[in-house]
């Protein structure tokens, strides 16, 4: 009993270690897709959306990866 309850607890570690830095390489790349649609456009909602994209690198480099990454969906989608 006390080797099984052991095993489910690393394995449970080691899910969440690696979901983490999974959503870790996400940030950068939802960046990128908001700096690509964004590109040269001038207007209201591009300059809103290059703020923001310095925000999620904020975040992501200060370790708060699921705030980073919902902030950059949320760009991406007013950007649609």
Same mark, same amino acid.
Request: a positive charge; aromatic letters at 4%.
């Given at each position: 009993?006390?080797? =099984?309850?052991?095993?489910? !607890?690393?394995?449970?570690?080691?899910?969440?270690?690696?979901?983490?830095?999974?959503? =870790?390489?996400?940030?950068?790349?939802?960046?990128?897709?908001?700096?690509?649609?964004?590109?040269?456009?001038?207007?209201?909602?591009? =300059?809103?959306?290059?703020?923001?994209?310095?925000?999620?690198?904020? !975040?992501?480099?200060?370790?708060?990866?699921?705030?980073?990454?919902?902030?950059?969906?949320?760009?991406?989608?007013?950007?649609?």
């Amino acid at each position: 009993m006390h080797r =099984a309850l052991t095993f489910v !607890l690393v394995a449970a570690v080691v899910v969440v270690v690696f979901a983490g830095q999974a959503l =870790a390489f996400q940030c950068p790349k939802l960046a990128a897709q908001i700096n690509a649609t964004v590109g040269n456009r001038a207007d209201a909602a591009a =300059a809103d959306a290059k703020e923001k994209v310095q925000t999620v690198m904020q !975040l992501h480099g200060g370790g708060k990866h699921a705030d980073a990454e919902k902030l950059a969906k949320d760009v991406i989608e007013k950007l649609k």
